[in-house]
């Protein structure tokens, strides 16, 4: 069983849906991160989270560290939405630089 | 432009060639990164060096080397290339030794071996 999971791992919908995209984790973590990844294989990280909740425009990104699970949300989703978010979380022990990822969640949205 | 550089963009070798990957970070970062994307294992890290230093290792194999410079510019070594070893490579970027504070990727060097 992989450390980080997401689902869905594939998602389509209509331009203007609000999207949710889910990740659990198994592991201590002391961070975790949302990144997106375009076609064309460029990675931006989106947001890092250790609690609550962040929101930078349409995007909103929850975690719930005792369930070990966070979301990512979009909303009025739109075409350029389209892409691959990936989970990753970083250990909780100090020092310990290793992210681990999900296998991601392809997004396409149909206009 | 993200402001970590990557080159080459792609790089097409045969099996058994050694090939190197190098990687400028944003100005002012201390921290590289470096990951390997292929197909059937997602992304993985593989290892960090913090001003010139190994930080952390995670799955690199022992083909595989890397370092950082005095200028900070880091270079990955794949020597005794196997197919599987097709993959994008990403380094990243951060001005401390973590990533909890921000950091970026570069645009990534698409390594194809036949």
């Known amino acids: 069983k992989n450390e980080v999971e997401q689902s869905p791992q594939n998602l389509t919908a209509q331009e203007g849906e609000f999207i949710t995209i889910n990740c659990s984790y198994s592991?201590?973590?002391?961070?975790l991160h949302w990144l997106q990844q375009h076609p064309g294989g460029g990675i931006v990280s989106l947001f890092m989270?250790?609690?609550g909740k962040k929101k930078h425009g349409r995007l909103i990104a929850t975690i719930n560290i005792q369930e070990k699970h966070s979301s990512l949300h979009i909303t009025a989703s739109h075409p350029r939405d389209s892409a691959v978010y990936i989970c990753?979380?970083?250990?909780?022990?100090?020092?310990?630089?290793?992210?681990?990822f999900g296998t991601g969640t392809r997004l396409t949205i149909i206009p | 432009d993200s402001g970590v550089t990557q080159t080459p963009k792609h790089l097409i070798t045969a099996t058994g060639q050694r090939v190197t990957l190098r990687c400028s970070p944003r100005?002012?970062?201390?921290?590289v990164y470096w990951y390997q994307q292929s197909l059937d294992q997602g992304l993985q890290f593989l290892i960090q060096?913090?001003?010139?230093?190994?930080?952390a290792k995670g799955n690199i194999l022992e083909r595989f080397s890397a370092q950082q410079f005095p200028d900070l510019h880091s270079e990955l070594n794949l020597s005794s290339l196997e197919l599987g070893d097709s993959a994008l490579y990403f380094c990243?970027?951060?001005?401390?030794?973590?990533?909890?504070?921000?950091?970026?990727f570069g645009s990534g060097t698409r390594l194809t071996v036949v």
């Open positions: 990243a970027s951060s001005v401390m030794d973590t990533t909890n504070y921000g950091y970026t």
């Open positions: 592991v201590g973590i002391s961070a």
């Open positions: 989270l250790s609690s």
């Open positions: 990753a979380v970083l250990g909780a022990n100090f020092g310990n630089e290793k992210l681990t």
């Open positions: 100005s002012g970062d201390l921290s």
């Open positions: 060096y913090y001003n010139g230093e190994e930080r």
